[in-house]
């Protein structure tokens, strides 16, 4: 457990979002947690049948870190880091990172990019439990892969799906198994514990070559193509989740 904890720390503190606007907003980062845990909660009027995507030990690492109050749903504290921001006052700056607006690419800065706060929230997690710790990280790698604010998710919702979260839910667990099955294969893959920097790099490419290319100031952001390019940001940080809390619990 003291291995897991260490991991899980490190993750926490490497997981920053490039900030374009908003943030996921609670849709956003319930999908993301919904996406890793998809079986726990499996209602056949929703979600697709295939092998879960946390392994046992990962599964049962989380049941026992949730409170219970929970009902081992992750997905239902996955917008806890952001509750907590004026309480713990200390971890509003590990929610993003500045990019400058001509910059397409993400460059880590190993002199400027860790933060005092690394330093604070090492001290403060190994202080307490490997409960906000796993929160932390699964709201942060929704973070990671946001470069929307919340509005455009909520406008697929209504548009798309009904209005109803369970629905978009489905259709992106759907989509990982049969339109994204071998990309998502490689979604997962990472020779560490995560790979932040990856995550960092895909959102701000995506940011520039689609979301922003050619916006101006002030802009409603829509279409197809932007709903489509969420979804797959949304895809990615469901798979990337487990994928993570697998290779830290085995």
């Not at 997962?188 to 960092?200: E, F, H, M, R």
Request: aromatic share 12%; net charge negative; proline share 3%.
């Amino acid at each position: 457990m003291a291995l897991c904890k260490i991991e899980i720390l490190t993750f926490a503190v490497l997981v920053f979002y490039i900030p374009i606007a908003q943030c996921w907003g609670i849709d956003g980062h319930l999908i993301v947690c919904k996406l890793a845990q998809v079986l726990t909660f499996l209602n056949f009027t929703f979600y697709t049948f295939h092998q879960p995507r946390l392994s046992k030990a990962a599964e049962d690492a989380v049941s026992q870190l949730l409170p219970s109050y929970a009902d081992n749903d992750l997905g239902s504290l996955c917008s806890w880091a952001d509750r907590v921001k004026f309480r713990y006052h200390w971890s509003s700056p590990l929610h993003f990172i500045n990019s400058p607006d001509d910059l397409c690419n993400y460059q880590y800065n190993s002199e400027h990019e860790i933060p005092a706060p690394f330093v604070i929230i090492r001290k403060r997690f190994l202080k307490y439990n490997l409960t906000e710790a796993l929160l932390f990280l699964s709201h942060f790698m929704g973070d990671i892969h946001q470069v929307w604010d919340s509005s455009i998710i909520e406008t697929a919702e209504e548009t798309f799906y009904n209005s109803e979260v369970d629905e978009l839910i489905s259709a992106l667990d759907k989509n990982i198994s049969t339109v994204w099955s071998n990309q998502a294969k490689a979604w997962g893959a990472c020779s560490k514990t995560s790979c932040p920097d990856v995550y960092a790099s895909e959102g701000i490419k995506a940011a520039c070559e689609w979301a922003y290319k050619g916006v101006e100031e002030d802009s409603v952001l829509g279409g197809r193509h932007i709903h489509t390019l969420v979804n797959l940001r949304l895809a990615q940080g469901g798979v990337r989740l487990a994928a993570t809390l697998n290779r830290i619990f085995g």
